[in-house]
Protein backbone atom coordinates (compact mmCIF):
# COMPACT_ATOMS: atom_id res chain seq x y z
CA UNK A 1 0.00 0.00 0.00
CA UNK A 2 1.37 3.13 -1.19
CA UNK A 3 1.92 6.22 1.57
CA UNK A 4 -0.38 8.49 -0.40
CA UNK A 5 -3.11 6.29 0.06
CA UNK A 6 -2.32 5.34 3.54
CA UNK A 7 -2.69 9.14 4.21
CA UNK A 8 -6.36 9.36 2.21
CA UNK A 9 -6.69 6.38 4.53
CA UNK A 10 -6.10 8.49 7.87
CA UNK A 11 -7.92 11.86 6.73
CA UNK A 12 -11.05 9.39 5.69
CA UNK A 13 -11.34 6.75 8.67
CA UNK A 14 -9.72 9.17 11.42
CA UNK A 15 -7.29 6.66 12.34
CA UNK A 16 -3.37 5.69 11.49
CA UNK A 17 -3.13 2.97 9.28
CA UNK A 18 -0.82 0.70 11.86
CA UNK A 19 -0.24 -2.45 9.46
CA UNK A 20 -1.65 -3.59 5.98
CA UNK A 21 -2.10 -7.12 4.94
CA UNK A 22 -2.50 -8.01 0.90
CA UNK A 23 -5.79 -10.48 0.17
CA UNK A 24 -6.13 -12.72 -2.61
CA UNK A 25 -8.87 -13.34 -5.04
CA UNK A 26 -10.04 -10.10 -6.94
CA UNK A 27 -9.28 -10.10 -10.65
CA UNK A 28 -9.51 -6.15 -11.15
CA UNK A 29 -8.35 -4.32 -7.85
CA UNK A 30 -5.78 -5.08 -4.62
CA UNK A 31 -7.39 -5.68 -2.05
CA UNK A 32 -5.68 -5.50 2.11
CA UNK A 33 -7.02 -5.99 5.00
CA UNK A 34 -6.19 -2.97 7.14
CA UNK A 35 -5.62 -2.14 10.67
CA UNK A 36 -5.58 0.76 12.20
CA UNK A 37 -4.39 2.91 15.22
CA UNK A 38 -7.82 3.07 17.26
CA UNK A 39 -7.99 -0.67 16.99
CA UNK A 40 -10.62 -1.15 14.34
CA UNK A 41 -9.40 -3.71 10.83
CA UNK A 42 -11.30 -2.56 8.18
CA UNK A 43 -11.17 -4.19 4.19
CA UNK A 44 -9.86 -1.70 1.76
CA UNK A 45 -9.80 -2.06 -2.17
CA UNK A 46 -7.53 -0.05 -4.75
CA UNK A 47 -6.47 0.39 -8.11
CA UNK A 48 -3.88 2.45 -9.66
CA UNK A 49 -6.19 3.89 -12.44
CA UNK A 50 -10.01 2.09 -12.17
CA UNK A 51 -12.29 3.14 -14.64
CA UNK A 52 -13.81 7.05 -13.29
CA UNK A 53 -16.62 6.60 -10.96
CA UNK A 54 -15.61 2.56 -10.06
CA UNK A 55 -15.51 3.05 -6.72
CA UNK A 56 -18.18 5.36 -5.97
CA UNK A 57 -20.72 3.41 -7.65
CA UNK A 58 -20.04 0.06 -6.14
CA UNK A 59 -20.00 1.72 -2.52
CA UNK A 60 -23.70 3.16 -4.05
CA UNK A 61 -24.95 -0.07 -5.12
CA UNK A 62 -23.60 -1.83 -1.51
CA UNK A 63 -25.91 0.83 0.30
CA UNK A 64 -29.53 0.48 -2.05
CA UNK A 65 -28.84 -3.55 -1.84
CA UNK A 66 -29.25 -3.35 1.86
CA UNK A 67 -32.11 -0.94 2.23
CA UNK A 68 -34.12 -4.42 1.58
CA UNK A 69 -32.15 -5.43 4.63
CA UNK A 70 -32.46 -9.32 3.40
CA UNK A 71 -29.09 -10.48 4.21
CA UNK A 72 -25.98 -8.86 5.35
CA UNK A 73 -24.25 -6.71 2.70
CA UNK A 74 -20.20 -4.97 3.85
CA UNK A 75 -21.31 -1.49 5.64
CA UNK A 76 -19.43 1.22 3.47
CA UNK A 77 -17.10 3.24 5.47
CA UNK A 78 -15.45 5.74 3.04
CA UNK A 79 -14.82 5.99 -0.68
CA UNK A 80 -13.31 8.01 -3.22
CA UNK A 81 -12.50 7.94 -6.74
CA UNK A 82 -10.04 10.92 -6.89
CA UNK A 83 -6.71 9.55 -6.87
CA UNK A 84 -5.54 7.42 -4.98
CA UNK A 85 -8.90 6.14 -5.10
CA UNK A 86 -10.37 3.33 -3.01
CA UNK A 87 -12.61 1.93 -1.31
CA UNK A 88 -13.14 1.02 2.56
CA UNK A 89 -15.60 -1.20 4.00
CA UNK A 90 -16.14 -3.13 7.04
CA UNK A 91 -13.98 -6.29 7.33
CA UNK A 92 -16.20 -9.73 7.60
CA UNK A 93 -14.20 -12.30 8.89
CA UNK A 94 -15.57 -15.63 7.76
CA UNK A 95 -16.27 -18.26 10.13
CA UNK A 96 -17.49 -21.61 9.25
CA UNK A 97 -21.02 -21.77 7.35
CA UNK A 98 -23.85 -22.43 9.21
CA UNK A 99 -25.45 -25.94 8.84
CA UNK A 100 -28.78 -24.28 6.93
CA UNK A 101 -26.41 -22.00 5.09
CA UNK A 102 -27.65 -22.62 1.35
CA UNK A 103 -31.58 -22.46 2.53
CA UNK A 104 -31.00 -19.34 3.97
CA UNK A 105 -28.86 -18.00 1.07
CA UNK A 106 -32.20 -19.01 -1.11
CA UNK A 107 -34.76 -17.60 1.48
CA UNK A 108 -32.45 -14.26 1.60
CA UNK A 109 -31.93 -13.89 -2.51
CA UNK A 110 -35.72 -14.26 -2.93
CA UNK A 111 -36.53 -11.45 -0.01
CA UNK A 112 -33.92 -9.42 -1.79
CA UNK A 113 -35.81 -9.78 -5.19
CA UNK A 114 -39.28 -9.56 -3.68
CA UNK A 115 -38.32 -5.97 -1.61
CA UNK A 116 -38.67 -4.57 -5.05
CA UNK A 117 -36.60 -1.59 -7.50
CA UNK A 118 -38.68 1.60 -8.77
CA UNK A 119 -37.85 0.51 -12.26
CA UNK A 120 -35.65 -1.69 -14.88
CA UNK A 121 -32.55 0.10 -14.28
CA UNK A 122 -30.99 2.29 -11.62
CA UNK A 123 -30.42 6.43 -10.90
CA UNK A 124 -27.08 5.91 -11.85
CA UNK A 125 -24.78 3.96 -13.89
CA UNK A 126 -21.86 1.30 -12.60
CA UNK A 127 -20.01 -1.70 -13.72
CA UNK A 128 -19.77 -4.76 -14.27
CA UNK A 129 -15.48 -6.08 -13.85
CA UNK A 130 -14.60 -2.69 -15.38
CA UNK A 131 -17.05 -2.69 -18.03
CA UNK A 132 -19.18 0.26 -17.98
CA UNK A 133 -22.93 -0.84 -17.61
CA UNK A 134 -25.65 1.77 -18.38
CA UNK A 135 -28.86 1.56 -16.27
CA UNK A 136 -30.71 4.13 -17.80
CA UNK A 137 -34.42 3.61 -17.02
CA UNK A 138 -37.02 1.97 -19.23
CA UNK A 139 -40.40 0.62 -18.39
CA UNK A 140 -39.75 -2.27 -20.69
CA UNK A 141 -37.98 -5.56 -19.49
CA UNK A 142 -37.29 -6.64 -23.01
CA UNK A 143 -36.32 -3.33 -24.18
CA UNK A 144 -33.74 -2.96 -21.72
CA UNK A 145 -32.10 -6.34 -21.49
CA UNK A 146 -31.33 -5.93 -25.50
CA UNK A 147 -30.57 -1.98 -25.18
CA UNK A 148 -28.48 -2.00 -21.79
CA UNK A 149 -27.26 -5.42 -21.39
CA UNK A 150 -26.57 -6.98 -24.56
CA UNK A 151 -25.94 -4.71 -27.57
CA UNK A 152 -23.45 -2.72 -25.66
CA UNK A 153 -21.61 -5.73 -24.61
CA UNK A 154 -22.10 -6.88 -28.85
CA UNK A 155 -21.09 -3.60 -29.98
CA UNK A 156 -18.06 -3.97 -27.69
CA UNK A 157 -16.83 -7.15 -29.32
CA UNK A 158 -17.65 -6.02 -32.52
CA UNK A 159 -15.14 -3.19 -31.93
CA UNK A 160 -12.52 -5.36 -31.08
CA UNK A 161 -13.06 -8.13 -33.58
CA UNK A 162 -14.05 -10.79 -31.21
CA UNK A 163 -17.58 -11.02 -32.40
CA UNK A 164 -18.79 -11.19 -36.33
CA UNK A 165 -20.63 -12.36 -39.04
CA UNK A 166 -23.19 -15.03 -38.40
CA UNK A 167 -23.06 -14.33 -34.57
CA UNK A 168 -23.85 -10.86 -35.03
CA UNK A 169 -26.72 -12.25 -37.40
CA UNK A 170 -28.36 -14.89 -34.57
CA UNK A 171 -28.70 -12.15 -31.68
CA UNK A 172 -30.45 -9.58 -34.56
CA UNK A 173 -32.75 -12.66 -34.61
CA UNK A 174 -33.09 -12.83 -30.93
CA UNK A 175 -33.26 -9.06 -30.86
CA UNK A 176 -37.11 -9.51 -32.78
CA UNK A 177 -38.36 -12.34 -30.74
CA UNK A 178 -37.15 -11.18 -27.35
CA UNK A 179 -40.36 -9.89 -26.82
CA UNK A 180 -42.37 -13.10 -26.83
CA UNK A 181 -39.73 -14.87 -24.73
CA UNK A 182 -39.33 -12.87 -21.83
CA UNK A 183 -41.83 -13.16 -18.60
CA UNK A 184 -43.98 -9.98 -17.30
CA UNK A 185 -43.09 -9.15 -13.79
CA UNK A 186 -42.25 -5.96 -11.93
CA UNK A 187 -38.68 -5.45 -11.51
CA UNK A 188 -36.51 -7.06 -8.30
CA UNK A 189 -33.79 -5.54 -6.84
CA UNK A 190 -30.41 -7.14 -8.53
CA UNK A 191 -26.94 -8.08 -7.56
CA UNK A 192 -25.92 -8.18 -10.79
CA UNK A 193 -22.80 -10.15 -10.58
CA UNK A 194 -24.05 -13.00 -8.40
CA UNK A 195 -21.23 -15.49 -8.99
CA UNK A 196 -19.57 -17.50 -6.28
CA UNK A 197 -16.97 -15.05 -5.69
CA UNK A 198 -18.96 -12.64 -5.14
CA UNK A 199 -20.76 -14.66 -2.06
CA UNK A 200 -18.96 -14.47 1.40
CA UNK A 201 -19.36 -15.72 4.55
CA UNK A 202 -19.35 -13.51 7.56
CA UNK A 203 -18.21 -14.42 11.72
CA UNK A 204 -21.50 -15.93 12.44
CA UNK A 205 -21.33 -18.79 9.34
CA UNK A 206 -24.57 -16.57 7.25
CA UNK A 207 -24.09 -15.54 3.72
CA UNK A 208 -23.02 -12.24 2.75
CA UNK A 209 -23.31 -10.72 -0.77
CA UNK A 210 -19.94 -8.19 -1.76
CA UNK A 211 -19.00 -6.56 -5.49
CA UNK A 212 -22.77 -5.64 -6.61
CA UNK A 213 -22.97 -4.65 -10.07
CA UNK A 214 -26.70 -3.65 -8.67
CA UNK A 215 -30.13 -2.32 -10.51
CA UNK A 216 -33.36 -2.71 -11.27
CA UNK A 217 -34.33 -6.09 -13.18
CA UNK A 218 -35.38 -9.37 -13.70
CA UNK A 219 -34.99 -11.48 -11.17
CA UNK A 220 -34.07 -14.91 -13.63
CA UNK A 221 -30.89 -12.76 -14.03
CA UNK A 222 -29.61 -13.81 -10.68
CA UNK A 223 -30.38 -16.67 -10.80
CA UNK A 224 -28.93 -18.08 -14.01
CA UNK A 225 -25.63 -16.35 -13.02
CA UNK A 226 -25.78 -18.61 -9.93
CA UNK A 227 -26.11 -21.26 -12.63
CA UNK A 228 -23.72 -20.27 -14.93
CA UNK A 229 -20.07 -21.80 -13.22
CA UNK A 230 -22.03 -24.47 -10.54
CA UNK A 231 -20.70 -22.55 -7.55
CA UNK A 232 -24.38 -23.13 -5.83
CA UNK A 233 -26.43 -26.06 -4.52
CA UNK A 234 -29.66 -27.69 -5.64
CA UNK A 235 -31.03 -26.31 -1.51
CA UNK A 236 -30.07 -22.20 -2.42
CA UNK A 237 -32.77 -22.56 -5.57
CA UNK A 238 -35.17 -25.32 -4.10
CA UNK A 239 -35.66 -22.68 -1.10
CA UNK A 240 -35.58 -19.66 -3.00
CA UNK A 241 -38.54 -21.09 -4.93
CA UNK A 242 -40.21 -22.27 -1.65
CA UNK A 243 -40.47 -18.53 -0.76
CA UNK A 244 -41.23 -16.78 -4.22
CA UNK A 245 -41.64 -19.02 -6.59
CA UNK A 246 -40.79 -18.41 -10.24
CA UNK A 247 -43.29 -17.86 -12.85
CA UNK A 248 -43.42 -20.23 -15.83
CA UNK A 249 -41.06 -20.87 -18.20
CA UNK A 250 -38.34 -19.91 -16.32
CA UNK A 251 -36.57 -23.24 -17.09
CA UNK A 252 -36.34 -22.50 -20.55
CA UNK A 253 -34.94 -18.64 -20.08
CA UNK A 254 -31.93 -19.47 -17.82
CA UNK A 255 -29.75 -19.67 -21.52
CA UNK A 256 -31.51 -16.25 -22.49
CA UNK A 257 -30.18 -14.91 -18.96
CA UNK A 258 -26.79 -16.29 -19.33
CA UNK A 259 -25.79 -14.00 -21.96
CA UNK A 260 -25.19 -11.17 -21.10
CA UNK A 261 -22.39 -12.39 -18.28
CA UNK A 262 -21.21 -14.58 -21.25
CA UNK A 263 -20.95 -11.44 -23.28
CA UNK A 264 -18.96 -9.97 -20.83
CA UNK A 265 -16.90 -12.55 -20.54
CA UNK A 266 -15.39 -12.45 -23.98
CA UNK A 267 -15.39 -8.99 -23.47
CA UNK A 268 -13.61 -9.16 -20.62
CA UNK A 269 -11.09 -12.55 -21.27
CA UNK A 270 -11.20 -13.32 -24.59
CA UNK A 271 -12.56 -15.56 -27.36
CA UNK A 272 -12.48 -18.67 -25.82
CA UNK A 273 -15.86 -17.91 -24.22
CA UNK A 274 -17.62 -17.65 -27.87
CA UNK A 275 -18.39 -20.91 -27.92
CA UNK A 276 -20.33 -20.55 -24.59
CA UNK A 277 -21.91 -17.79 -26.04
CA UNK A 278 -23.10 -20.29 -29.31
CA UNK A 279 -24.74 -22.54 -27.40
CA UNK A 280 -26.59 -20.43 -25.03
CA UNK A 281 -28.21 -18.73 -27.92
CA UNK A 282 -28.75 -22.14 -29.33
CA UNK A 283 -30.62 -22.73 -26.09
CA UNK A 284 -33.20 -19.51 -27.13
CA UNK A 285 -33.87 -21.08 -30.37
CA UNK A 286 -31.43 -18.30 -32.12
Known sequence: MTPALRNVLRHALGADVESTRRLSGGDINDAFEVALSDGCRVFVKTHPSPPLGMFTAEARGLEWLDEAQALRIPRVLAVSD????????????????????????????????????????????????????????????????????????????????????????????LEGALGGLVATEAPSRLHGDLWGGNLHVD?????????????????????????????FGAR?????????????????????????PLLVHVNLFGGSYLSSVERALGGCGS
Open 203 to 231: ESGAPCLIDPAAYGGHREIDLAMMRLFGC
Open 82 to 173: APPAFLALELLTPGKRQKDFDAVLGCSLASLHRFGAPCFGLDHDNFIGRLAQSNRPTDDWAAFYWSRRLEPQLRLGADRGLIRGSLLRRFSN
Open 236 to 260: VFDAYHEVYPLPPGAEERVSLYQLY
